[in-house]
């Protein structure tokens, strides 16, 4: 890419895009999604959360599944929402400590190894999924250019400013654009 080239802000996306999916080693790329894979009402990637619950606790979502049938993953998802609205918003709260349904606990995350010689716990992080996805729909007319997730959850969004606009705005311009109203809202 010729870096003297003039960017756009869809431009400046792409290339973000690129970069988390593609220009990294394999083990280390995010899940390149959809817009249409989000959950607005629940800020996150449903899709992705049961994936990774299904993966990582077979034998919990088996379980899961037998007692609420059709409606699993709608009940995982309202629970894990529900923990992190409890807790004053905190998903780093439900992250650390997971969800219960009933009496059956499930973990949203596999932290890492504190050593190298940790190999289940190596082998349990890999089962993370972290996944991108552009131009998220946070609420009516509020668009957030990228946000990143792990385990299907909401973490981290990301605003892309162009080169035309850092020029022609005032860095108070630039802040008002990514605004507290700009934040998924669980």
């Not at 629940?42 to 899961?64: C, H, N, R, W, Y």
């Not at 037998?66 to 004053?88: F, H, P, T, V, W």
């Not at 996805?133 to 990301?158: M, P, Q």
Request: net charge negative; with cysteine; proline share 3%.
């Amino acid at each position: 890419m010729n870096w003297q080239k003039f960017m756009d802000e869809k431009e400046y996306q792409r290339f973000l895009v690129r970069c988390l999916t593609e220009h990294t080693p394999i083990e280390d790329r995010l899940r390149l999604r959809t817009n249409a894979d989000f959950c607005r009402q629940f800020a996150m990637d449903k899709v992705v959360l049961i994936e990774f619950l299904e993966t990582s606790q077979p034998g919990k979502m088996k379980e899961l599944s037998r007692i609420y049938k059709a409606k699993r993953d709608e009940m995982i998802a309202q629970a894990a929402n529900l923990e992190y609205a409890s807790q004053g918003g905190s998903l780093i709260h439900a992250l650390k400590h997971g969800v219960s349904l009933g009496q059956i606990h499930l973990d949203l995350f596999n932290p890492p190894p504190d050593s190298p010689l940790e190999k289940g716990v190596a082998a349990d992080w890999k089962k993370n999924i972290f996944s991108v996805v552009g131009e998220v729909w946070a609420s009516d007319g509020e668009i957030i250019d990228h946000v990143i997730f792990l385990n299907g959850l909401a973490v981290a969004t990301i605003e892309m400013k162009s080169e035309a606009a850092t020029k022609s705005d005032s860095k108070e311009n630039a802040d008002d654009g990514y605004d507290a109203s700009k934040q998924v809202a669980a």
